[in-house]
T-cell receptor
Framework: GNSVTQMEGPVTLSEEAFLTINCTYT??????LFWYVQYPGEGLQLLLK?????DKGSNKGFEATYRKETTSFHLEKGSVQVSDSAVYFC?????????????FGTGTQLKVEL | DTAVSQTPKYLVTQMGNDKSIKCEQN?????MYWYKQDSKKFLKIMFS???????INETVPNRFSPKSPDKAHLNLHINSLELGDSAVYFC???????????FGQGTRLTVV
């Protein structure tokens, strides 16, 4: 079946530190890959996406590269801010079949401190 | 102007009651979903409807019954609520063939 594995949190960083949140996936087809973010008390927002191998998604200083050879989509940011504190979800969606549903990882909580 | 809106945002109710959560999207999408987020933040699909037709039902107890009166609405009715139903329920929508899903703000259901 399809699955997404994320590193467990919480991850606690100081402001301006470098962030990596690891994500690997297992899929029977050719998935599109996503990072969603959930700020405290809010719903999910799409942070970035990549639809094919070697694509790089980027938004708000965050980046992730679709690596088919390692089935990974690690999230990175060069310098985090307190406002980046949130839960980050890696997800996949098959481009054909699967009913268009998203399969999520377990989420990684990020806490950024001054 | 909210794209995907859910009501209520918070719902506290007693075991055994029946309750409904409503969802509406104004994006013109054909596909709508319900996801459940448990206390550990794990998100799992429950249902998916495409143009009012059920296309995904992920082994959810039949106490949960989604209803789609039109493609802009997907409501979730829950009978005989149990303590384990306490969670945050998210509605989402997308367009077939599009990679992006838009989520509502969530409904925090607490069963006491």
């Amino acid at each position: 079946g399809n699955s997404v594995t994320q590193m467990e949190g919480p991850v606690t960083l100081s402001e301006e530190a470098f962030l990596t949140i690891n994500c690997t996936y297992t899929a029977t087809g050719y998935p599109s890959l996503f990072w969603y973010v959930q700020y405290p008390g809010e719903g999910l927002q799409l942070l970035l996406k990549a639809t094919k191998a070697d694509d790089k998604g980027s938004n708000k200083g965050f980046e992730a590269t679709y690596r088919k050879e390692t089935t990974s989509f690690h999230l990175e940011k060069g310098s985090v801010q307190v406002s980046d504190s949130a839960v980050y979800f890696c997800a996949l969606r098959l481009r054909t079949g699967g009913g268009n549903k998203l399969t999520f990882g377990t989420g990684t909580q990020l806490k950024v401190e001054l | 102007d909210t794209a995907v809106s859910q009501t209520p945002k918070y719902l506290v109710t007693q075991m055994g009651n029946d309750k409904s959560i409503k969802c509406e999207q104004n994006l013109g999408h054909d596909t709508m979903y319900w996801y459940k987020q448990d206390s550990k933040k794990f998100l799992k699909i429950m249902f998916s409807y495409n143009n009012k037709e059920l296309i995904i039902n992920e082994t959810v107890p039949n106490r949960f019954s989604p209803k789609s009166p039109d493609k802009a609405h997907l409501n979730l009715h829950i009978n005989s609520l149990e303590l384990g139903d306490s969670a945050v329920y998210f509605c989402a929508s997308s367009q077939p063939g599009s990679t992006e899903a838009f989520f509502g703000q969530g409904t925090r259901l607490t069963v006491v």
